[in-house]
C-alpha cells in the first residue's frame, strides 16, 4: 500500500466557537445551567456534632447549631438546598467519577472542552475527591485510566503532533517525529531520573472498567498534559524543566488567535500511558504550594490546574496516514481545578505569610463568586453588564468556558461538623446561586473530509488477507487497492447444508438471493453508467471552460506585463525621488544644524554684550559716585584752605595793628600793655560778632585777644596721625535731620487712611497724599499727590488726582539743577519743571 509523508509542519489551532454563541446575556442559542453536585465529608469522630443531613438523592437540610454566630441574634431556621445529586458520607470515588466526570471524559472524546472544579473550605475533602489516596484513586487518575483503554488502539506515534507554545499544535512527519523521538530518548539517556519514594496516588490499584462511547475509529489521538497552580493571583507551571530548589518563573495569561484563554509559555508534555500521565502529575504535585494551618494538616495554598488536551485528526485514504487538512484537526480539553479552601482568620490563626495566602485566595474566590452572580443577572434581567474576569487569574484564565466554550461542573465540598457551620452555609448559597448561570451549548462542526467511514478497518482487514494470501501463495505483485468505494451488493448468505431435508427450500432461498444480488449489482452498473456520462458531461464542460480561461488569462497576461512595466518606471522614478528627497533631507538636517549654532553663537554674543553694556553702566554709576565724592571732598578741602589763609591773613593782620598799637603807643608816650597769653578755650578766642542764617548754617568770626598772641605759625601737625574735625554747634541748632514740609491750612492730618469715614464723613473737598523717598542721586525727596474729592450718586466719594508737586533738598555746596525751571537763592528755595521745591540744608562739614 502507498504511504504518505509530510514535508512540511502544519500549525493547528482550536478551533473556536462561533461567536454567535459567546456570552450568555440574552441569547437564543440551546444552555444548559451549570451542574453542581455536593459531596459529604464523614465525621472524623463519632463524637462530633453534624449540623447537615441528607434527605434525599439531591436534597440536603442545614441545621444551625449553637455555636454558630447568629444563633442568639435571630432566630435560624433549618435550610434545604436542592443540588444535581449529592454524595453521602458512604459514597465511594467510582461513584463520584462515574455520575460527575465520566460524562465530560466522553464529551472530550467528541471533541468538546469540559471544567471540573472542586469547592469547599478547609479540610472538606476537595484534594482527595480530585486526586484520591493510594487506596483509592480520585476522579484525575480515573478519567486518565478511561481515556487511555478507550484510545488504546487510536493513539498516533509520539511528536506526530507538537506543541507550539502558543495554543496551537504542529504536525510533524514520520521522519521528522521519529527525529523527536530519537532526541528524547538520547536526552532520557543522560538525564538522571529522579525516582518518587513518597508517590501520593496508586499506579496500579484496581480499578473497574469503565467504557466510554463517541471514540471515532477513523481518527488518531494524542493526549497532552498540563499542570500549573495559581498562587497569589500568581500563574505558575509546575511542570517547567527547572529543579524543585529554583524558584519557578510567573506566566502570562493570554487570548490565541481564536480568543480562547490559555497560559503563554507552559509546559505540555505528550503521555502515552495513565502510569506515565501520573509520574509526570506526581513531579508537579512535589512544587505545589501546601502549608500547615490549624484545620488542616496539609492545606492547599494554591488554586491547582490540571489539564487534559486531546488532539485528533482523521486518517487518510489508506487508513494510516494524518489527514494533512488542519481544519479537520480537533482540539479538546477537560480541566480538573482543585481550588484552595476558604477560610476564616479567626479560626485557622493565620499570621505572616499564610495570612497574605488566605487573603489572597478568599480574594479570588469572591471574584469567582461575583462573575457568577453578574452572569445570573445579564441572563435573568438580559442586561449586558461586563463581568470581572480579569479581576482574578482563575476567573481569567477560564472566561471561554463561562462564555460557551463547554460543559462546566462543580461538587461541593462539606465538611459537615457543627464547628464549620457558618462556612458551610456561605458555601451552600454560592452552590445554590452557581446552578442558576446558564451555559451556552457548544456546536462544534465537524468538517467533513470525503473519505469512507470505516476506512482503518477496511485497511486492517486488508492487510490480515494480504499477508494470509502470501502465506499461501507467495508474494502478490499488485499490492494497490482503492478502500475509497465499498459496496454491499446485500446481506449476508445464510447458513445451509445440501445435504438435510429442507436442501430444496434452501435452494430456492438461495436463488432469490442471488437474483437479488444482481439485481442490485445491475442497479449499481447502472448508476456506475449514468454517473460516468454525468462525469464525462461535466469534464467537456469543464475543458470548455478551461480553454476560455486560458484565453482570457493570456490577455490579462499581456495586461499585467504592461502594468507590471508601468509600475517599474514608478518605482524607478520613486527611488529616484526617494534619493533627492535623502538629500533634501540631508541638507535641510544640516542647515538647520547650522541655524542652530549661529543662534546659539548669537545668544552667547548678544549675552556678552548685554554683560558689557551692565558692567558698564555700573562701571559708570560707580566712576560718576566717585567723581561726585572727590569733588565733594576737595571742595570741602579747598574751602577749609581758603577759610585757613583768611584766618591765617586775619591773624597776621591783627598782629600788624597790635605792634603798630605799641608802636603808637610807645611814640606817643604811652605805658605799652603786657600781652597777655592765648587761652586755649575756644570761648576765650572767639565770640560770635556776626550771625548770619542761611538755611541752617552759623558763621562765627574771632575775636581780638588783648595783646600780642603767643603762636607759633610754622606750627604743623604729622600727617600720619589723620585728620580730626571739633564740630562746634550752635545755642539753638536747626534740627537737621528732617525736611522741611509743606504748610497747609485748615487741615486735618491722618496717619493711616483705615476707615471711610475719613473721607465720606468729612467736610472735605481736596485731598494730599504726601510720600518721601531718596532719588537716584542720593537726595531726598517729598512728593504730594494733590486731588479733588467728589461725592457719588451711592453715597459714598471718589479721589481724582490731578496734581503732583515735588519738593528736593540739596546740598548747600552743590549748585541747584539746572533745567528750565526758575531759582531763587535768598531763600533757598528752587521750582523745577512746574513742581515746587523747598531745600534745607545739612549739617556744617
Given at each position: 500500500?502507498?504511504?504518505?509523508?509530510?514535508?512540511?509542519?502544519?500549525?493547528?489551532?482550536?478551533?473556536?466557537?462561533?461567536?454567535?454563541?459567546?456570552?450568555?446575556?440574552?441569547?437564543?442559542?440551546?444552555s444548559?445551567?451549570?451542574?453542581?453536585?455536593?459531596?459529604?465529608?464523614?465525621?472524623?469522630?463519632?463524637?462530633?456534632l453534624?449540623?447537615?443531613?441528607?434527605?434525599?438523592?439531591?436534597?440536603?437540610?442545614?441545621?444551625?447549631?449553637?455555636?454558630?454566630?447568629?444563633?442568639?441574634?435571630?432566630?435560624?431556621?433549618?435550610t434545604?438546598?436542592?443540588?444535581?445529586?449529592?454524595?453521602?458520607?458512604?459514597?465511594?470515588?467510582?461513584?463520584c467519577?462515574?455520575?460527575?466526570?465520566?460524562?465530560?471524559?466522553?464529551?472530550?472524546?467528541?471533541?468538546?472542552?469540559?471544567?471540573?472544579?472542586?469547592?469547599?473550605?478547609?479540610?472538606?475533602?476537595?484534594?482527595?475527591?480530585?486526586?484520591?489516596?493510594?487506596?483509592?484513586?480520585?476522579?484525575m487518575?480515573?478519567?486518565?485510566?478511561?481515556?487511555?483503554r478507550?484510545?488504546?488502539?487510536?493513539?498516533?506515534k509520539?511528536?506526530i503532533?507538537?506543541?507550539?507554545?502558543?495554543?496551537?499544535?504542529?504536525?510533524?512527519?514520520?521522519?521528522?517525529?521519529?527525529?523527536?523521538?530519537?532526541?528524547?530518548?538520547?536526552?532520557?539517556?543522560?538525564?538522571?531520573?529522579?525516582?518518587?519514594?513518597?508517590?501520593?496516588?496508586?499506579?496500579?490499584?484496581?480499578?473497574?472498567?469503565?467504557?466510554?462511547?463517541?471514540?471515532?475509529?477513523?481518527?488518531?489521538?494524542?493526549?497532552?498534559?498540563?499542570?500549573?497552580?495559581?498562587?497569589?493571583?500568581?500563574?505558575?507551571?509546575?511542570?517547567?524543566?527547572?529543579?524543585?530548589?529554583?524558584?519557578?518563573?510567573?506566566?502570562?495569561?493570554?487570548?490565541?488567535?481564536?480568543?480562547n484563554?490559555?497560559?503563554?509559555g507552559?509546559?505540555?508534555?505528550?503521555?502515552?500511558?495513565?502510569?506515565?500521565?501520573?509520574?509526570?502529575?506526581?513531579?508537579?504535585?512535589?512544587?505545589?504550594?501546601?502549608?500547615?494551618?490549624?484545620?488542616?494538616?496539609?492545606?492547599?495554598?494554591?488554586?491547582?490546574?490540571?489539564?487534559?488536551?486531546?488532539?485528533?485528526?482523521?486518517?487518510?485514504?489508506?487508513?494510516e496516514?494524518?489527514?494533512?487538512?488542519?481544519?479537520?484537526?480537533?482540539?479538546?480539553?477537560?480541566?480538573?481545578?482543585?481550588?484552595?479552601?476558604?477560610?476564616?482568620?479567626?479560626?485557622?490563626?493565620?499570621?505572616?505569610?499564610?495570612?497574605?495566602?488566605?487573603?489572597?485566595?478568599?480574594?479570588?474566590?469572591?471574584?469567582?463568586?461575583?462573575c457568577?452572580?453578574?452572569?445570573?443577572?445579564?441572563?435573568?434581567?438580559?442586561?449586558?453588564?461586563?463581568?470581572?474576569?480579569?479581576?482574578?487569574?482563575?476567573?481569567?484564565?477560564?472566561?471561554?468556558?463561562?462564555?460557551?466554550?463547554?460543559?462546566?461542573?462543580?461538587?461541593?465540598?462539606?465538611?459537615?461538623?457543627?464547628?464549620?457551620?457558618?462556612?458551610t452555609?456561605?458555601?451552600?448559597?454560592?452552590?445554590?446561586?452557581?446552578?442558576?448561570?446558564?451555559?451556552?451549548?457548544?456546536?462544534?462542526?465537524?468538517?467533513?473530509?470525503?473519505?469512507?467511514?470505516?476506512?482503518?478497518?477496511?485497511?486492517?482487514?486488508?492487510?490480515?488477507?494480504?499477508?494470509?494470501?502470501?502465506?499461501?501463495?507467495?508474494?502478490?505483485?499488485?499490492k494497490?487497492?482503492?478502500?475509497?468505494?465499498?459496496?454491499?451488493?446485500?446481506?449476508?448468505?445464510?447458513?445451509?447444508?445440501?445435504?438435510?431435508?429442507?436442501?430444496?427450500?434452501?435452494?430456492?432461498?438461495?436463488?432469490?438471493t442471488?437474483?437479488?444480488?444482481?439485481?442490485?449489482?445491475?442497479?449499481?452498473?447502472?448508476?456506475?453508467?449514468?454517473?460516468q456520462?454525468?462525469?464525462?458531461?461535466?469534464?467537456?464542460?469543464?475543458?470548455?471552460?478551461?480553454?476560455?480561461?486560458?484565453?482570457?488569462?493570456?490577455?490579462?497576461?499581456?495586461?499585467?506585463?504592461?502594468?507590471?512595466?508601468?509600475?517599474?518606471?514608478?518605482e524607478?522614478?520613486?527611488?529616484?525621488?526617494?534619493?533627492?528627497?535623502?538629500?533634501?533631507?540631508?541638507?535641510?538636517?544640516?542647515?538647520?544644524?547650522?541655524?542652530?549654532?549661529?543662534?546659539?553663537?548669537?545668544?552667547?554674543?548678544?549675552?556678552?554684550?548685554?554683560?558689557k553694556?551692565?558692567?558698564?553702566?555700573?562701571?559708570?554709576?560707580?566712576?560718576?559716585?566717585?567723581?561726585?565724592?572727590?569733588?565733594?571732598?576737595?571742595s570741602?578741602?579747598?574751602?577749609?584752605?581758603?577759610?585757613?589763609?583768611?584766618?591765617?591773613?586775619?591773624?597776621?593782620?591783627?598782629?600788624?595793628?597790635?605792634?603798630?598799637?605799641?608802636?603808637?603807643?610807645?611814640?606817643?608816650?604811652?605805658?605799652?600793655?603786657?600781652?597777655?597769653?592765648?587761652s586755649n578755650?575756644?570761648?576765650?578766642?572767639?565770640?560770635?560778632?556776626?550771625?548770619?542764617?542761611?538755611?541752617?548754617?552759623?558763621?562765627?568770626?574771632?575775636?581780638?585777644?588783648?595783646?600780642?598772641?603767643?603762636?607759633?605759625?610754622?606750627?604743623?601737625?604729622?600727617?600720619?596721625?589723620?585728620?580730626?574735625?571739633?564740630?562746634?554747634?550752635?545755642?539753638?541748632?536747626?534740627?537737621?535731620?528732617?525736611?522741611?514740609?509743606?504748610?497747609?491750612?485748615?487741615?486735618k492730618?491722618?496717619?493711616?487712611?483705615?476707615?471711610?469715614?475719613?473721607?465720606?464723613?468729612?467736610?472735605?473737598?481736596?485731598?494730599?497724599?504726601?510720600?518721601?523717598?531718596a532719588?537716584?542721586?542720593?537726595?531726598?525727596?517729598?512728593?504730594?499727590?494733590?486731588?479733588?474729592?467728589?461725592?457719588?450718586?451711592?453715597?459714598?466719594?471718589?479721589?481724582?488726582?490731578?496734581?503732583?508737586?515735588?519738593?528736593?533738598q540739596?546740598?548747600?555746596?552743590?549748585?541747584?539743577?539746572?533745567?528750565?525751571?526758575?531759582?531763587?537763592?535768598?531763600?533757598?528755595?528752587?521750582?523745577?519743571?512746574?513742581?515746587?521745591?523747598?531745600?534745607?540744608?545739612?549739617?556744617?562739614?
Amino acid at each position: 500500500m502507498k504511504t504518505m509523508r509530510q514535508k512540511t509542519p502544519i500549525k493547528v489551532f482550536p478551533r473556536a466557537t462561533p461567536l454567535s454563541s459567546r456570552g450568555n446575556s440574552g441569547s437564543s442559542l440551546p444552555s444548559d445551567p451549570v451542574q453542581v453536585y455536593c459531596r459529604v465529608r464523614p465525621l472524623p469522630c463519632e463524637s462530633d456534632l453534624s449540623c447537615l443531613r441528607v434527605t434525599a438523592p439531591n436534597t440536603v437540610v442545614l441545621t444551625p447549631p449553637e455555636i454558630a454566630i447568629n444563633y442568639k441574634i435571630s432566630n435560624l431556621k433549618e435550610t434545604q438546598y436542592i443540588f444535581k445529586h449529592v454524595f453521602e458520607p458512604s459514597a465511594g470515588q467510582h461513584e463520584c467519577y462515574s455520575t460527575v466526570a465520566q460524562p465530560l471524559v466522553e464529551a472530550l472524546v467528541r471533541g468538546k472542552n469540559g471544567l471540573l472544579f472542586t469547592y469547599g473550605v478547609t479540610g472538606s475533602g476537595k484534594t482527595y475527591t480530585m486526586t484520591g489516596d493510594m487506596q483509592h484513586r480520585g476522579i484525575m487518575p480515573r478519567c486518565l485510566d478511561a481515556l487511555f483503554r478507550t484510545i488504546a488502539d487510536f493513539q498516533a506515534k509520539k511528536f506526530i503532533f507538537k506543541p507550539d507554545r502558543l495554543n496551537g499544535f504542529d504536525i510533524l512527519s514520520d521522519a521528522d517525529a521519529a527525529l523527536e523521538r530519537q532526541a528524547e530518548l538520547h536526552s532520557k539517556l543522560h538525564r538522571v531520573r529522579r525516582k518518587d519514594t513518597d508517590p501520593e496516588i496508586a499506579s496500579k490499584a484496581s480499578v473497574e472498567p469503565s467504557e466510554l462511547s463517541g471514540i471515532d475509529e477513523d481518527n488518531i489521538y494524542s493526549v497532552f498534559i498540563t499542570y500549573v497552580e495559581v498562587y497569589n493571583n500568581s500563574v505558575y507551571d509546575l511542570l517547567e524543566e527547572s529543579t524543585i530548589q529554583k524558584t519557578l518563573q510567573s506566566k502570562m495569561v493570554r487570548e490565541d488567535a481564536n480568543r480562547n484563554m490559555f497560559v503563554h509559555g507552559v509546559t505540555e508534555v505528550e503521555v502515552k500511558t495513565m502510569e506515565e500521565a501520573l509520574e509526570v502529575f506526581q513531579i508537579g504535585q512535589k512544587r505545589k504550594r501546601v502549608g500547615h494551618t490549624i484545620l488542616n494538616a496539609e492545606s492547599s495554598r494554591s488554586h491547582s490546574v490540571f489539564t487534559i488536551r486531546l488532539v485528533q485528526a482523521p486518517v487518510d485514504n489508506n487508513g494510516e496516514h494524518v489527514v494533512q487538512d488542519r481544519n479537520a484537526v480537533t482540539v479538546s480539553q477537560l480541566s480538573l481545578v482543585d481550588l484552595a479552601g476558604s477560610e476564616r482568620t479567626n479560626r485557622t490563626g493565620n499570621t505572616g505569610q499564610r495570612l497574605r495566602e488566605a487573603g489572597n485566595i478568599n480574594n479570588s474566590l469572591m471574584t469567582l463568586r461575583t462573575c457568577l452572580e453578574i452572569l445570573r443577572e445579564n441572563q435573568m434581567t438580559g442586561g449586558n453588564k461586563k463581568v470581572p474576569y480579569r479581576e482574578s487569574k482563575v476567573t481569567h484564565l477560564f472566561k471561554n468556558y463561562f462564555d460557551g466554550e463547554g460543559h462546566v461542573r462543580m461538587i461541593v465540598c462539606v465538611n459537615p461538623r457543627a464547628e464549620d457551620y457558618d462556612e458551610t452555609a456561605q458555601v451552600m448559597k454560592f452552590a445554590e446561586m452557581t446552578q442558576d448561570v446558564q451555559i451556552a451549548r457548544p456546536t462544534p462542526v465537524k468538517v467533513d473530509v470525503g473519505l469512507t467511514p470505516g476506512r482503518r478497518k477496511a485497511n486492517q482487514l486488508y492487510k490480515v488477507a494480504l499477508s494470509d494470501i502470501e502465506r499461501r501463495h507467495g508474494e502478490v505483485e499488485n499490492k494497490e487497492i482503492d478502500l475509497g468505494l465499498v459496496y454491499s451488493l446485500g446481506p449476508k448468505f445464510p447458513e445451509f447444508k445440501l445435504s438435510g431435508p429442507e436442501a430444496e427450500n434452501l435452494i430456492q432461498e438461495l436463488i432469490k438471493t442471488l437474483e437479488n444480488r444482481i439485481l442490485k449489482r445491475k442497479s449499481l452498473v447502472d448508476d456506475f453508467d449514468a454517473r460516468q456520462d454525468t462525469f464525462r458531461m461535466n469534464l467537456h464542460k469543464i475543458e470548455k471552460d478551461n480553454a476560455a480561461l486560458k484565453s482570457e488569462n493570456v490577455s490579462i497576461k499581456g495586461v499585467l506585463a504592461q502594468s507590471r512595466q508601468k509600475i517599474k518606471a514608478m518605482e524607478n522614478k520613486i527611488v529616484i525621488y526617494e534619493s533627492s528627497i535623502d538629500d533634501l533631507n540631508r541638507r535641510n538636517r544640516t542647515l538647520e544644524e547650522r541655524v542652530r549654532e549661529l543662534n546659539a553663537q548669537l545668544n552667547t554674543k548678544t549675552q556678552q554684550l548685554n554683560q558689557k553694556e551692565i558692567e558698564k553702566e555700573r562701571q559708570r554709576k560707580k566712576y560718576n559716585s566717585k567723581i561726585a565724592v572727590e569733588s565733594e571732598k576737595m571742595s570741602r578741602e579747598l574751602e577749609l584752605k581758603l577759610q585757613e589763609q583768611k584766618n591765617k591773613l586775619k591773624q597776621e593782620i591783627d598782629d600788624k595793628n597790635e605792634r603798630l598799637m605799641l608802636v603808637s603807643k610807645i611814640i606817643s608816650g604811652q605805658t605799652p600793655v603786657k600781652p597777655v597769653a592765648r587761652s586755649n578755650s575756644v570761648d576765650e578766642l572767639a565770640t560770635p560778632v556776626t550771625s548770619r542764617t542761611a538755611g541752617s548754617k552759623a558763621f562765627y568770626t574771632p575775636r581780638a585777644a588783648r595783646g600780642v598772641a603767643v603762636a607759633n605759625p610754622r606750627h604743623r601737625r604729622s600727617r600720619s596721625t589723620g585728620e580730626r574735625w571739633l564740630e562746634h554747634r550752635a545755642a539753638n541748632p536747626v534740627p537737621l535731620g528732617t525736611i522741611m514740609q509743606p504748610y497747609i491750612p485748615d487741615r486735618k492730618s491722618v496717619t493711616a487712611l483705615n476707615d471711610a469715614q475719613d473721607v465720606t464723613g468729612a467736610k472735605a473737598s481736596k485731598y494730599c497724599l504726601i510720600t518721601q523717598e531718596a532719588d537716584t542721586e542720593g537726595e531726598l525727596e517729598t512728593k504730594l499727590f494733590k486731588g479733588d474729592i467728589i461725592p457719588t450718586t451711592g453715597g459714598g466719594a471718589q479721589v481724582i488726582l490731578n496734581d503732583v508737586e515735588l519738593l528736593k533738598q540739596y546740598s548747600p555746596t552743590r549748585s541747584p539743577p539746572g533745567g528750565g525751571g526758575r531759582k531763587r537763592t535768598s531763600s533757598n528755595q528752587h521750582w523745577q519743571n512746574g513742581a515746587s521745591v523747598v531745600a534745607s540744608a545739612p549739617p556744617m562739614s
